[in-house]
């Protein structure tokens, strides 16, 4: 990881230009580019076989820049001041005179935003006169990339330039919470809901029967690594991978611990990259033990049960 200018300059080179630049935040990677270009967002969903309808996250540096696009309001507001720059992505009221590409929101009335944590990301967003869309840096429906090395796995050659950032310290992909009506998550992730809901003194729910895709995530099969996967499993079959949530007194190659000592964030954090393992050793199938469906485990259930339906 170089964290130097001459990286943040190269990035910004062909995003100018606009070419798709796989970048790092907190969460995950994403397939960054230019927010305002047609010719930018469309080779977003080229390179990913995205489809049309599932809107892009558009990340920003400024409440300056954001206020350019979107409406905003107190519960915005207060969620912002407590949780940004960080893990959680507010779905706000487009202006009618924003420069966002109608591909970034599939010509919906509202756009999805977040401000990412990671420094590199945040130094480029500042060197830009644009905000950046960028969904997760991978094949859509496939595993989430947490490291630079999971976005050359993903995409090869097809992408001009990787921004390295490291490992991605949350692993998991950003919470989502609309604010266009009354709020409500629309996907579990980075930021607890507990959290939330102390900050906006609102019971807000977790709304998973949103029939039309407001936001990322909202796909029936999603984060997959292709392989079947069973849930709730208290023993493997042989020659099965087997996800355990915490370390056991156990010696068996096929066993994959997301955590020591049952710690849910660290858990989450794991999740992916062990995923990613898995199926890089060429397991037929998986079974994952039953894990404690609070806080993060929440997130992980939500993960695990969407992969489940390849």
Known sequence: ??????????????LDKNECVGIPTETVYGLAANAYSNVATTKIFRLKKRPKKNPLIVHYHSLKMLKIDCEINNFFY???KRFCPGPITFVLKLKKNS?????VTNGKKTLAVRFPKNSLTIKLLKNLKYPLAAPSANISNRISPVSKEDVKDEFGKKIKYILDGGRSKIGLESTIISLIHKPEIL?????????IKKIINYDIKYNTKKKRIASPGREKVHY???IPIRLNVSEAKQDEAFILIKKRKLSCKNFYYLSKNKNLKYAAKNLYKTLRMIKKKKFKSIAVEKIPNKGFGQAINDRLLKASRF
């Open 1 to 14: 990881m170089k964290n130097n200018l001459s990286n943040i300059k190269k990035a910004k080179y062909y």
């Open 78 to 80: 207060k969620l912002y």
């Open 99 to 103: 420069k966002i590409s109608k591909n």
């Open 187 to 195: 996907r579990l992730g980075g930021v607890e809901i507990k959290k």
């Open 224 to 226: 997959s690594p292709e």
